[in-house]
């Protein structure tokens, strides 16, 4: 039977904008449904060049192809993914020793589990299927054993029944695991590194249809993962012995340097993840001041890193804490309050917990089994995965769900604009106002340093200003997006052209109320726990309106570098200099931290690691200008900032040469070492097809 193959379809990526696709026409898509098929289109010389794409979640251009787009998972949920859960390997082909090592409860306890999955598998709905009890079938139809039932059927544990969870995620589930992985995607724990670390093997198909499996040596299955003779038995048959290679090495240079390529090296067909006994997360989060605390990032014994779980008077999770603190993000508003002086920061920690017996978060993110088997995801079908808006505690009772969901989040899932938050500026304003400056909301007193003293000169303008805003919420349209609802309001604050000094301030001044409003109403304080991917994946899966037509850049530092805070003050001066051009970026910047990895070009470089993430709506305008401006801040070799392979990245291979490379010898250094590994699963260049034109201007090349 012929490859399912769409011939000069267009070719997009989820953030796009859906009005225009980003690819109108390309020669060929192609959606495999197997390693055969797979293997097949890698030895077709006819198909040109080749490239494999996820879903569709990166902002780079990474996974465009030069001729032929090869999909893992169908971005538009038509064709059948590659999405099984695989068991022919995990447990049928681990090795003896090892497996009789893992029947000891103690060594399940601290060391997990491998898991095996193909590459199309979003992260959403590896970590419901892991959540799941395994039932222990001992005797299944097929004669194919899950990992449970065969250390209860050969070494008479239940040990290894579930539910399992994932070690670390990012903030959002839907892409597939291994566009996550090999591009570096990470999450906010600290104390461990990004995705990419929890991968044990890689099967990949190079150029050629010659196919790989490539192991991680790795003491926690020692002495291997793997039995060569049992994978031989399984994987020789399809396309030939000589076909086929076990890369397994000491030092792990070719695993390393595979685990994150962008694409380069080949097609991964499937992997193996490392899995550890599911938890739960107790979160808190607190609203601050940038300026206030920046300097404590500096300091790894400071209380951003090393705060304590139960504080005296503060909230007390119903399960024990498990550890210190793991995690640490900082959402940082780049628009000013406190006459441009001061920026509202929202700082989140994270500890893990024993899991309850009834997790919050469980029903609401996986919820039931709605079908067994669902033959396009190529597994159980789940009522919540995938499709809810991001799990919301109740702020009475932390072990509960709100009943009534995140106005944020329903503004997004019907396009429409967070008209309560205009209407509380208005309500503050018209207080203001009416009292000749009196009354003065909490909100206004944020924005100006003096409180309302100072405003009362702009009194006569700010009655113009009210007029305006009572005007768009009347001429809202729902099906305008969150983007375009924010630059109407825009072009009526912060119109530079507006002749009145007094009018502009108002205008400046209401514009900074307003998202000092939606701001609190984001990152105020909180205290919650719940089950960890309910705590991890904050994505709204009904969202249509707030991530459509975005762009994003993300940039690495050594979280202990002055040239960090040096990044993210000078965005905050930039949206300063912007908002009087009549310009704004309409969102703010995120920084996580993490450990770092041991992927040869992975972006964690520092055992602390800090990721600026700026994104932006590009109906607004000044958002565009701000990505921009970052992009170039970061690859200034002063600032030093490596930029996310699967984000919004400009680098040449002159700035890759200089962030991976050694500056005496290109062929050493950590980019020489990964070339190397290009080297040898290129056959010296002479399979080449997966290079593009993202590769050879970021160097990722021989």
Known sequence: MPIDTAINANWTRKHDDPREPLLASVPR???????????????????????????????????ISDETFIETHDPHSIRRAMGRTLKEVVPHCLHPELLKRMADADRRRHNGAPV??????????????????????????????????????????????????????????????????????????????????????????ADGGKHYWIEKVDERYSPQLTDDELLRALYDPIAGHENFEIIREADNTIFNAAVVSVGRFGVIYSVVLHAVP?????????????????????????????????????????????????????????????????????????????????????????????????????????SNAGRAHSYRHDPDNPLQAEDDTDPIALACSN???????????????????????????????????????????????LVAILLILKALLEAFDADDRFGEHMEKIKNELLDPNEPDPLKRAAGLFTWQLIVLIAFRGQQGDRDYEAINYAVLDQKDYRNISCEVNVDSVEVFFNALDHRLLTFVDALIAYEIMQEFQGKACVGYASLRFMGSTEATIGMQRHGLTCAVEVACLKDVSGGQEMVDYAVRLALNPNIGGILHWGQRNDATAADIQRLFGDASDPRNGDLGAWRRALDVLTASGTHNRFSSDFTRRTGLEL
């Open 116 to 205: 095996h999955v193909e590459a199309g598998k979003r992260v959403y709905q590896l970590y419901a299927e892991l959540d799941q009890i395994d039932p222990l079938n001992t005797s299944p139809k097929d004669g194919v054993l899950t990992l449970g039932a065969y250390m209860l059927k050969h070494h008479n544990t239940t040990a290894f029944k579930g539910p399992w969870g994932m070690v670390t995620a990012g903030n959002a589930g839907g892409q597939t695991i291994v566009g996550a992985f090999s591009t570096g995607t990470h999450g906010g724990d600290f104390t461990v590194g990004p995705i990419t670390d929890s991968v044990l093997a890689i099967h990949l198909v």
């Open 278 to 382: 599911q938890y739960a997360r107790y979160e808190r989060r607190r609203l601050h001041v940038w300026q206030d605390f920046k300097h404590q990032i500096l300091d790894p014994e400071s209380p951003l890193y090393r705060d304590t779980a139960i504080v005296p008077g503060g909230y007390v999770p119903s399960e024990d804490v498990v550890g210190p603190q793991r995690f640490l993000q900082i959402a940082v508003s780049l628009t000013p309050h406190a006459n441009f002086n001061r920026n509202l920061a929202g700082v989140t920690k994270q500890w893990a917990m024993k899991l309850q017996s009834d997790p919050p978060g469980r029903a609401e993110r996986v919820g039931s089994v709605a079908t067994t088997f669902d033959d396009r995801i190529q597994g159980p079908r789940f």
């Open 415 to 461: 396009g429409s604009f967070l008209a309560g938050v205009i209407e509380a500026a208005i309500a503050e304003l018209e207080d203001f106002v009416e009292s000749n400056g009196a009354v003065v909301g909490a909100s206004i007193a944020g924005v100006v340093a003096l409180g309302g003293a100072g405003l009362l000169a702009l009194i006569p303008a």
């Open 29 to 63: 898509t192609m959606y495999p449904k197997s390693l055969e098929e797979l293997i097949a289109i890698c030895q077709d010389e006819s198909l040109g060049a080749l490239k494999a794409a996820g879903s569709h979640w990166a902002l780079s251009h990474g996974a």
